[in-house]
DNA sequence: ATGTTAGTCTAACAATCATTAGACTGTTAT
DNA sequence: ATAACAGTCTAATGATTGTTAGACTAACAT
């Protein structure tokens, strides 16, 4: 009878591993850029706004989930995300927060206040729309995610240079502006940007990882 | 800029809160059970093998994660999971896990050492053999929890009542026995007895859980 | 060789969490 | 009324974490 005690705890200690590595909102953070695409330690330190110490040690916890993996490559370290079920479990969890925290809800809703909001619609037609060139689907991120991972018939223009590229941009299509996904707000500027310059923009809150398409390498 | 950061940090920190619900062994097991149909606070306290003090104070975190609800009725505190997302998260956590910590697979075939360890096959054929009769699907857990979900087609026998109730058993049709799920260890005693006594008996290490089938109430 | 870059490892402190004990609150039974 | 039951709440403990600082290492540049 003990015995089988013992089995137990030792299976459900094993899960909870994966339930420690997501109970830290920076190392949720970390998985989510991760998802973009492989990236060193000090980049993701930048973008969590964190010393790269602190990204080291939560980078540590995430290795011993196996939730990631690394390579050095020269003088840095490479981290990418174990294979694809590691971006289906984010946004599982992610989804699961949504249906059950209204304090989640209510703060997305606050983001969606800002114009240019999409309704979350077919990604079917969405694909079709964007292959007969009627409307333009626009990646914001910076370059190096968009060549690991992107949407379908995609068009990349990270935000830093959007506005000296904006010529690039045919004035008559509506504009699909996409960034990591729901949580991130490159997108959200990227469509303030435009609406300002007259464009039709909106925002699809949505990334590689909602769709899932993982990132090569 | 440090707008921006603040909203999210704010959002991570709400998906964290599912993920501290996840971090501890425990509640991963009080979640399990509740997927089986809503219990007390003794009886989860029983089946975990804990006070019902620290039973109580793992449910409170549970219930700060909106993951279950309470109702008291009479003296007693009824929970159930909030939803069927609740059961869907425990299921890919699980599967997340036993994908990528080899420690986990490890304890895992050590379990399935036993004989009548059945191979995860096709469950429409399954449930057809069952529905023709030509398979006894036998549920062995408690009658209340098959009474909440069961698999369809399945014969509720529970563990502690089978050795009285052989007799109900045919002996010439082989028997599938089935359980809470892969971490428990009632359909794989069930199998032993059975076998012994001269049974075609083989178990499946599937629940209702993991064919998304919610209790009722 | 020396310095710089990119990162890890160890140690330490503070903060959080798990667990238990003890007091407390309703509810039912007598 | 009183006791028993089922459970929660608070406070206290020890154990784990999060975070930072300082020493260290490996790769590259000069």
Known sequence: MN?????????????????????????LELIELLCQGEKTVDMLARE???????ASAHLRELRAARLVETEKQGKNVIYRI????????WVAIRSLAEDRLVELRLALEQMAIHP?????????????????????????????????????????????ELKSRLAELPADKTIVAYCRGPY??????????????????????????????????
């Open 3 to 27: 015995e089988s005690r013992r089995i137990k705890d030792l299976l459900y200690e094993q899960v909870a591993r994966i339930g420690k590595a997501a109970c830290s909102p920076k190392r």
């Open 48 to 54: 969590t706004s964190i010393s790269m110490k602190l």
């Open 82 to 89: 174990a294979n694809r079920g590691v971006a289906d479990f």
């Open 116 to 160: 240019g909001e999409m309704a979350p619609q077919d990604r079917n037609s969405l694909v079709k729309l964007a292959k007969k060139g009627e409307v333009i689907v626009l990646d914001v991120r910076p370059a190096n995610e968009f060549e690991a991972a992107h949407l379908p018939f995609a068009r990349s223009m990270p935000l830093e």
């Open 184 to 217: 991130c707000l490159m997108a959200r500027d990227a469509v303030d940007l435009l609406r300002k310059q007259g464009y039709d923009a909106v925002r699809l809150p949505e990334g590689v990882a909602e769709w899932g398409i993982a990132p090569v390498r």
